[in-house]
């Protein structure tokens, strides 16, 4: 069975700092990944979706992935108390449209 | 404006009483789904679609059931809710479908509440 993990959190980091999100995966076969930013009762945002090995940036997010070690991250920099949400990490395989999500990671930035 | 709309975005209802809850996409996807979300479990896949005609099971599809008549529509139907299915519910769509670089967009969500 395909699963994605995420530490449920919460997370605190204060205003400025970098925050470090984790999430490890099951299925070799998945070839990208994805994170989605979710506001309480709000619909997944996506952020930042990453296929190769390796680090991508996009302004304040960063995302790396290893396939080696099964492992995915996402840094945010300059964290702002507008940052503070759950964030989601899926998964998927070549071929299939179907998204593995984790529970998610709440994250919780202090002024 | 390109989106994925849900109706009802709230909706209280009765054990057995029959409802539909549309999902409308604007931007010509091929695949869409259907997910439900509840506190610890995280999002889970009830249904999805291909494209037109073409439909099957995620992971938690007992007491559901959906349709494809039309590549924007994808109603989820519950036949006989039961309090079990008391969740928030999201419709999301995506292009190519089958292609493994295609983003998921989400519909706003229906919170669903059966007494």
């Known amino acids: 069975q395909k699963e994605v993990e995420q530490n449920s959190g919460p997370l605190s980091v204060p205003e400025g700092a970098i925050a470090s999100l984790n999430c490890t995966y099951s299925d070799r076969g998945s070839q990208s990944f994805f994170w989605y930013r979710q506001y309480s009762g709000k619909s997944p945002e996506l952020i930042m979706s990453?296929?190769?090995?390796g680090d991508k940036e996009d302004g304040r997010f960063t995302a790396q992935l290893n396939k080696a070690s099964q492992y995915v991250s996402l840094l945010i920099r300059d964290s702002q108390p507008s940052d503070s949400a759950t964030y989601l990490c899926?998964?998927?395989?070549?071929?299939?449209?179907?998204?593995?999500f984790g529970k998610g990671t709440m994250l919780l930035v202090s002024p | 404006e390109a989106q994925v709309t849900q109706n009802p975005r709230y909706l209280i209802t009765v054990t057995g009483k029959k409802l539909t809850v549309t999902c409308s996409q604007n931007m010509n996807h091929e695949y869409m789904s259907w997910y439900r979300q509840d506190p610890g479990l995280g999002l889970r896949q009830i249904y999805y679609s291909m494209n037109v005609e073409v439909t099957d099971k995620g992971d938690v599809p007992e007491g559901y059931k959906v349709s494809r008549k039309e590549k924007r529509n994808f109603p989820l139907i519950l036949e006989s809710p039961s309090p079990n299915q008391t969740s928030l519910y999201f419709c999301?769509?995506?292009?190519?479908?089958?292609?493994?670089?295609?983003?998921?967009?989400f519909g706003p969500g229906t919170r669903l509440t059966v007494l």
């Open positions: 899926a998964a998927r395989n070549s071929g299939y449209s179907t998204l593995t």
């Open positions: 999301a769509s995506s292009s190519r479908g089958g292609g493994s670089t295609d983003t998921q967009y």
């Open positions: 990453i296929y190769s090995n």
